[in-house]
């Protein structure tokens, strides 16, 4: 059975719903986009709009970095791929960025209804500001929501990113305003035994037992 297309809000740890779209890099199967890499799904309201021209700028100019992080980027908004070819063409002509990524051209709102980025308390004709972390088995790990009218900030997505990779691949929690090369919080014991450990224990920092850092060797 067809999957009905509500304005469902997915959460953290769902199956990315699967769709099919237009983009400005052709057609996509979302389930078959980037075997084996991350991808950043974000929205923006409107195209030829001030905020979002800043915002798609800004993930054009660190494409490389997602890139180095295995990380794919898609943009969408509820315009048309005519709309969307003439205002990258227009970005790249005025100032040099070019958005080098799929922009789902989601004129019936598919896709926008699939990830809940319509809001009808603050518009239910263009889609808010989210943006979805979804890794490699295409399960979603971070959301994120702004408002029509406050642009994202570029360093927390790729802060966020490689947070996420960092636990991931090392088993650890990250503290409050972490950057990579900081410490890492080991995770707190879960019996009598590992607690008991982690007091007699030598670590790189600890406050108590149920909070110790260390560093990444």
Known sequence: MEQEVLNVMPRIGDQAPDFEAVTTKGKIKFSEFAKDKWVVLFSHPADFTPVCTTEMSGFALNKKKFEELNTELIG???DSIHSHLAWVNNVKEKTGVFFDFPII???DMKVSKLYGMLQPNESETAAVRAVFFID???KIRLIMYYPLNVGRNMDEILRALEALQVSDKYGVALPLNWKK???VIVPPPKNLDEMQERI???YD???D???VKKDLK
């Open 76 to 78: 969408l908004s509820i």
């Open 105 to 107: 051209a989601d004129i």
């Open 136 to 138: 490699p088995s295409k």
């Open 181 to 183: 090369g900081e410490r």
């Open 200 to 202: 007699n224990g030598k």
């Open 205 to 207: 920092e600890k406050i």
């Open 209 to 211: 037992f149920y909070l």
